[in-house]
């Protein structure tokens, strides 16, 4: 099955700095990753997602980007703002119901 | 238009008790599913339904029922607590499972609960 590794489990950042995590998946027939994020106390929320036919996808700050030779995808956050501190997941799946997160990442925007 | 709602938020149970985890969701989702979510180890599926009166089991299952006579809800059931089952929960639904685009997964907002 699915095994999805994700790193760093932790990273601190200052505001304004740019964060990447990275993620790396073993099944070659997944073509859909999704990244969440969680606040304190809340269920993950959806924020980008890309999908195995294209190879990069931004949303303003957000980007996520796919290399499905060497599986493994990558969220990018630029200027970073200290409510981007949460936990993001990362998930490869080929439908929801078997979708397999990472570990998670915490991540610390300091002001 | 509530999204997902998960009942109780919090619940203390004693070893060998049993309870019922509620979701509803009012979206009309085909998709409905449960995790659990451990320290170090992400989220992990436990039971999913594709519709009312289809469940089938995901990664964890063991200790856990599910059951959908309607499309609104999928209760958990937890027939005898055990201290590995101290986790928090979501559960989560979506459109349908083939992922169509645009589609997404929506979280309820968890249960923590604690097997003493």
């Known amino acids: 099955g699915e095994n999805v590794e994700q790193h760093p489990s932790t990273l601190s950042v200052q505001e304004g700095d740019s964060a990447v995590i990275k993620c790396t998946y073993s099944?070659?027939?997944?073509?859909?990753f999704p990244w969440y994020k969680q606040e304190l106390g809340k269920g993950p929320q959806l924020i980008i997602d890309?999908?195995?036919?294209?190879g990069e996808k931004k949303d303003q700050r957000i980007a996520v980007t796919l290399n499905k030779t060497a599986k493994h995808f990558s969220l990018h956050i630029t200027e970073t703002q200290p409510e981007d501190s949460a936990v993001y997941f990362c998930a490869a799946s080929i439908s929801f119901q078997k979708l397999v997160f990472g570990t998670g990442t915490r991540l610390l925007v300091s002001p | 238009n509530a999204g997902v709602t998960q009942t109780p938020k919090f619940q203390v149970l004693k070893t060998g008790q049993s309870m019922t985890l509620q979701c509803a969701q009012d979206m009309n989702h085909e998709y409905m599913s449960w995790y659990r979510q451990d320290p170090g180890m992400g989220l992990r599926l436990i039971h999913y339904s594709v519709g009312a009166g289809i469940t089938d089991q995901g990664e964890v299952p063991n200790g856990y029922n599910v059951s959908r006579s309607t499309t609104e809800d999928f209760p958990l059931r937890l027939l005898s607590a055990a201290p590995s089952q101290t986790s928090v929960y979501f559960c989560?639904?979506?459109?349908?499972?083939?992922?169509?685009?645009?589609?997404?997964?929506?979280f309820g907002s968890g249960t923590q609960l604690s097997v003493l």
């Open positions: 890309i999908r195995s036919n294209v």
């Open positions: 099944d070659s027939a997944s073509n859909y």
């Open positions: 989560a639904s979506s459109p349908s499972d083939t992922l169509r685009r645009g589609e997404k997964l929506f």
